[in-house]
């Protein structure tokens, strides 16, 4: 297997080539995926914007409507001592398992996966509706989150880069079509994401994924074909990831992932690219 990388250089004190290179010489090179393919910086920093507040109206102002909206019909059938955030995962799916349940929240199967990241549901609904504030994620920390129970955040609750990144797989999960010949694979993340702990497929001509490297500090990569595009480090490395996922899906898919197309006739995501 032919696998070829381009690699980015970042800003880390640990890289012995970084001590000797310029400021300019490494926003150059963290640029450099993008040159190739003639997206300036100009052009990147309005996409960025521009995925920010897709993600914070179309992913997250909505689960906290949907959150709200849950917990007072849960409150309204009797179940006020259930509410997304203070009880644990198995008992929501339990819960949604009710037959009443079914009929008065149909929805909350559907909710459940988006929570799936960690366990600690009480911290992951509280930084949903913080990150939902503001409408372009301001409070986003890419390397950790916020406060829980009075103490500053630490490595057992999950980052922001990766809830983020969670809820976007989940939310393409909800919108693409399972293929007819495998209706248990997740359509985004069983075929578009590749986590840490997952093995590498074979790569081919036709892959396209986002692969995570690792959880913390949280790093994302992209997989074009037989090649692997390392992004900026650090802040900016989940956003540039998804943007560049998302110009080669409009470039080689023609704006289609499986049966779904991801402009105004569909998913509506290419106008984050200038679609």
């Known amino acids: 297997m032919y696998l070829s990388v381009i690699y980015t250089v970042t800003n880390s004190p640990k890289n012995k080539i970084e001590k000797k290179t310029s400021p300019i010489n490494a926003q150059t090179s963290a640029l450099a995926p993008w040159t190739k393919i003639n997206v300036d910086i100009v052009a990147l920093t309005q996409w960025n914007e521009n995925l920010r507040k897709w993600i914070s109206q179309t992913i997250l102002e909505r689960l906290v409507k949907e959150f709200d909206r849950i917990n007072e019909s849960f409150e309204k059938h009797g179940l006020a001592d259930i509410k997304i955030g203070n009880v644990g995962l198995d008992r929501l799916r339990k819960t949604a398992q009710i037959a009443h349940v079914t009929q008065f929240i149909p929805s909350l199967p559907t909710l459940i996966p988006f ?58 999960d909800t919108q693409l079509m399972p293929l007819p010949s495998m209706p248990d694979m997740k359509p985004f993340s069983g075929f578009y994401y590749i986590k840490c702990k997952d093995k590498l497929p074979t790569l081919t001509p036709n892959s396209l994924f986002i692969q995570q490297v690792s959880e913390k500090p949280p790093h994302y990569r992209v997989i074009i074909g037989e ?45 984050i690219i200038g679609q």
Request: one cysteine or more; proline letters at 1%; aromatic letters at 12%.
């Open 227 to 271: 090649t692997v595009y390392e992004m900026v480090k650090g802040y900016s490395n989940l956003f540039h990831s998804i943007l560049f996922f998302l110009y080669h899906v409009n470039k080689q898919e023609h704006g289609m992932l499986g049966r779904i197309n991801l402009g105004r006739a569909g998913v509506n995501m290419l106008w």
């Open 115 to 172: 929570l799936e990241i960690t366990s600690n549901q009480e911290y992951l609904a509280k930084r949903i509706r913080e990150l939902a504030k503001g409408g372009c994620m301001s409070e986003f920390k890419w390397n950790g989150g916020s406060s829980y129970n009075g103490k500053e955040w630490e490595e057992s609750l999950p980052t922001d880069s990766a809830i983020m990144m969670h809820l976007l797989a989940s939310y393409l």
